[in-house]
Structure formats: structure tokens, C-alpha cells
């Protein structure tokens, strides 16, 4: 059967995307400004995108675990970067929302220029996530963001989250405009992953691509 290996590479991939994910998942940092920044140690991967994406839900699914999410969303911290361990494997940061108007002007300056200091200047940030609503596609906030990660060279993946809201033929229609869209931009991931946290459709697939950016288990 000439699909034989691949299919045996998908399910290792799998596999070890499940492994990484029921792992420890522990509260480092929450950063306010860059003096708070945790310092260099290992791989980080960091989750953007636009207030009520579906982020923290998102970051539930992935972890398994209410309480990461929960952490972020503590009034007071979803204005800064909050930083998870995957066991040591992998560091995962939850960036602020954007796109929220109602947000005081001095905050969102301030948020911004935090966030957007740490995607410029993080040597070990190998990929941020960038999530986008599978019902309305990517929107001009979307696009800025990853023009700046264009310019710095920061590696993105498109991933839509809510997709049980539409139809597969809808979906499949997002997906491929999506692809269309980011294929001219330099640092964007080719493919765009659709997720659901609702109904988990996605998640073991994610899962799987972070797991090739994390570092290897500890032997033991
Ligand atoms: P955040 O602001 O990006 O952290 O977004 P939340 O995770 O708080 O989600 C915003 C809203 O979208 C909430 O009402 C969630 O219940 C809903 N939501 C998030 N993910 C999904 C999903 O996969 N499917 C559906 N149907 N709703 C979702």
C-alpha cells in the first residue's frame, strides 16, 4: 500500500501531539512589560488573534485544562502575556486580543507596544498562532499583524476556530480562500488548520503541529 508510511507518519505525529498535550501544563509568568519578560530558555510558541476569537477556549482544548484558560482571562491579566509550560517541552504564550475598541486608549497603546516588542525580539518564539473566525475570515487587524510578522521574519499559522458554526462545503471554501490569501506572505504556514473547541474537530491535528516544534522528552 503505497499511503502505508504516511499514514503510520500522520498517526506518530498524532500520537505524539496527544503525549505533549497530556502532559504537565503549569503557570509560569504573566507579563506586563518587558522587564517582566521570562528570560531566554525554551521553545515558545505564542496564540494571537482578535478579541472573542475563541482564544482561551481554544487554549482549553488544546490543554485539556480549564484553568489555563481561566488564568488568562482573570480580569487584569488579559491585557498581558501569559506564559505555560508544555513539562519544559514547549512554552505556550497567550497574547493579548486586539481589535477591541472598548479597551482605554492608554491600555491598548500600552498592550501594543508590549506585544508587538516581544514578536519582534523573541529569539526562541518558533511560530505564533494566529487565530481567525472560521464565520468572517481575515479582517484588516488581521492582515496588520501579519504584515508586521512579515517584516520580522516571525513564522505564523493561520488556524480557524469555530468551525462547527458552518457548513464543510463553507468551510472548505474559508480554508481555500484563506490559503489563497496568505500564499504571496512570506512567513505565513502554507496550510491553514479549521478547529472547533466545541467539537474538538482540529485540536489532535494542532496538537500535532506544535508538538514537531517542541523540544524532546526528557529520557526517564
Ligand atoms: P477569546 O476572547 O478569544 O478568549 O474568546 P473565548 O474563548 O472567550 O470565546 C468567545 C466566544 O466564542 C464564547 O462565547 C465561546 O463560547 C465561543 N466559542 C469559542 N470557541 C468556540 C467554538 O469552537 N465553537 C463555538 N460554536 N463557539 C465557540
Known sequence: MSDGPTREAEQAALEAGRLLFAGPCDFLISAADENDLPPLGGTEVAFAGRSNVGKSSLLNALTGRKTLAR???????????????????????????????????????????????????????RRVCLLIDARHGLKASDRAVMAGLDTAAVSYQIVLTKADKLKPGALQRMIEET??????????????????????????????????????????
Open 179 to 220: 490559503e489563497a490569501e496568505i500564499a504571496q506572505r512570506p512567513a505565513a504556514h502554507p496550510r491553514c488548520l479549521a478547529t472547533s473547541s466545541e467539537s474538538s474537530a482540529g485540536i489532535p491535528e494542532l496538537r500535532a503541529a506544535l508538538a514537531t516544534l517542541a523540544e524532546a522528552p526528557h529520557a526517564g
Open 71 to 125: 488564568t488568562s482571562n482573570t480580569p487584569g491579566r488579559t491585557r498581558l502575556l501569559n506564559f505555560f509550560s508544555l513539562g519544559g517541552r514547549l512554552i505556550l504564550v497567550d497574547l493579548p486580543g486586539y481589535g477591541y475598541a472598548r479597551a482605554p486608549k492608554t491600555d491598548i497603546a500600552r498592550w501594543n507596544a508590549l506585544t508587538r516588542g516581544y514578536l519582534r525580539g523573541r529569539p526562541q518564539l
